[in-house]
């Protein structure tokens, strides 16, 4: 765990913490400020987080989730204009991380996964999801990592994490994730 990484921002400054061999830290804190944390380690997908710290001593845990073979996760943000294969600009920054996640794991393998609602004909969903996903792959691609280690796929509407009763919930089920199919 000694060479995971932690750099802390409070808006203010940038500081790169050290965390023991065990992959704990310490560090003296404001209370009531609102702290940026970016936490990387290799082999797991880095995370941002926002903070807002508390009076006194106090524990707060920042979890990594691991890169193993049959993880699967949502790219947060990748989105697309509606019933169209073109991504929202908003959707770069999620996609620039996973880039530099593979480039710092070149034994890294995944696999696209495109998922839509259940509004309009199956079909159509289960073609948009595909074109989705390899749109996604393509950026990959153009960015610099191998085609080789990019699989893409759709499963249209077939998979929901929610219910498509509401827009609200429907939401949910329109997403990009990954899954790894190979590395260390």
Do not use: C, W
């Amino acid at each position: 765990m000694s060479q995971a990484q932690l750099r802390l921002n409070n808006g203010k400054t940038e500081n790169k913490v050290q965390l023991t061999a065990e992959g704990s830290f310490s560090v003296p804190v404001t209370p009531d400020r609102a702290y940026r944390a970016h936490a990387q380690l290799v082999s797991y997908l880095p995370t941002d987080s926002i903070y807002t710290t508390l009076a006194g001593p106090y524990v707060q845990d920042i979890l990594l989730q691991p890169l193993t073979v049959g993880t699967t996760l949502r790219l947060k943000n990748v989105q697309f204009d509606q019933g169209t294969t073109r991504m929202l600009a908003a959707s770069y920054a999620t996609l620039d991380q996973l880039i530099a996640v593979m480039k710092e794991d070149p034994s890294l393998l995944i696999e696209i996964r495109g998922h839509t609602d259940n509004v309009g004909p199956p079909e159509k969903n289960q073609i948009l999801s595909e074109q989705r996903a390899a749109a996604v792959r393509i950026y990959l691609i153009g960015l610099g990592i191998s085609e080789q280690r990019i699989t893409s796929v759709g499963f249209g509407g077939t998979q929901p994490r929610a219910s498509n009763a509401r827009e609200s919930t429907r939401q949910l089920n329109r997403r990009v994730e990954f899954r790894v199919t190979g590395g260390r």
